[in-house]
């Protein structure tokens, strides 16, 4: 399968997601704090280099996935790159610099459920929404018992290796998994022509 239907097919993942997650958001008022990055400064998060293939294409598009790819290379922090922190002095709170282009660990987190080992639904989000919106979260948990519809990681994470199933399966650190979205991007056009239908910005 060549970059730019990959790139279609999460997108198309992702759009479906999106809405999915927006009815989830309305029928329990759950949401995430204005200007919160809290959850992306964690140097554990891991994700799959097939979730950033769109932001990289788009970075191959605009001409700087070379030097982005460079930059990653000599990064020495585990926070995502994309990551944009308000300043120094408070990393908890900013942007995705690329948030069109979030992964689909960016878009499932909050919003997303896992099974525990009883079989219950369980949703995964931060301490913040839980503590300040500990109502709404409980209700939450309630309705989803009584067969609220919440999108579920296994079952995206599966859809995506559907696309892929080699980038898709890859559970790496995100730094590692945007470095490798680059790569194959890169090494695709290397000796292809660009895209049909695109502005070549390179």
Same mark, same amino acid.
């Given at each position: 399968m060549s970059i730019l239907k990959k790139v279609r097919s999460v997108n198309a993942l992702y759009a479906g997601l999106d809405k999915e997650i927006a009815i989830f958001q309305s029928k329990t008022s759950l949401h995430c704090k204005a200007g919160c990055g809290k959850c992306c400064t964690h140097a554990e998060v891991d994700a799959s280099p097939l979730e950033f293939i769109p932001w990289a294409f788009n970075l191959f598009l605009n001409g700087t996935a070379a030097t982005t790819l460079d930059e990653l290379n000599s990064k020495e922090s585990a926070i995502c790159h994309i990551y944009e922190p308000l300043? +120094? *002095?408070d990393s908890g709170s900013g942007k995705c610099s690329d948030y069109v282009y979030r992964g689909l660990i960016c878009r499932l987190f909050g919003y997303g459920a896992n099974r525990d080992k009883f079989g219950e639904m369980r949703l995964a989000t931060c301490k913040i929404i839980k503590e300040t919106q500990a109502e709404n979260f409980e209700a939450a948990q309630k309705a989803m018992k009584e067969g609220l519809? *919440?999108? +579920?990681?296994?079952d995206y994470y599966m859809k995506l290796s559907q696309i892929d199933f080699k980038l898709g399966n890859q559970i790496v650190p995100v730094?590692? =998994? #945007?470095? +490798? =979205? #680059?790569e194959e991007v890169l090494q695709f056009y290397a000796y292809r022509p660009f895209p049909r239908g695109f502005k070549d910005c390179a």
């Amino acid at each position: 399968m060549s970059i730019l239907k990959k790139v279609r097919s999460v997108n198309a993942l992702y759009a479906g997601l999106d809405k999915e997650i927006a009815i989830f958001q309305s029928k329990t008022s759950l949401h995430c704090k204005a200007g919160c990055g809290k959850c992306c400064t964690h140097a554990e998060v891991d994700a799959s280099p097939l979730e950033f293939i769109p932001w990289a294409f788009n970075l191959f598009l605009n001409g700087t996935a070379a030097t982005t790819l460079d930059e990653l290379n000599s990064k020495e922090s585990a926070i995502c790159h994309i990551y944009e922190p308000l300043s +120094i *002095v408070d990393s908890g709170s900013g942007k995705c610099s690329d948030y069109v282009y979030r992964g689909l660990i960016c878009r499932l987190f909050g919003y997303g459920a896992n099974r525990d080992k009883f079989g219950e639904m369980r949703l995964a989000t931060c301490k913040i929404i839980k503590e300040t919106q500990a109502e709404n979260f409980e209700a939450a948990q309630k309705a989803m018992k009584e067969g609220l519809y *919440v999108p +579920i990681f296994t079952d995206y994470y599966m859809k995506l290796s559907q696309i892929d199933f080699k980038l898709g399966n890859q559970i790496v650190p995100v730094n590692k =998994a #945007l470095k +490798i =979205a #680059l790569e194959e991007v890169l090494q695709f056009y290397a000796y292809r022509p660009f895209p049909r239908g695109f502005k070549d910005c390179a």
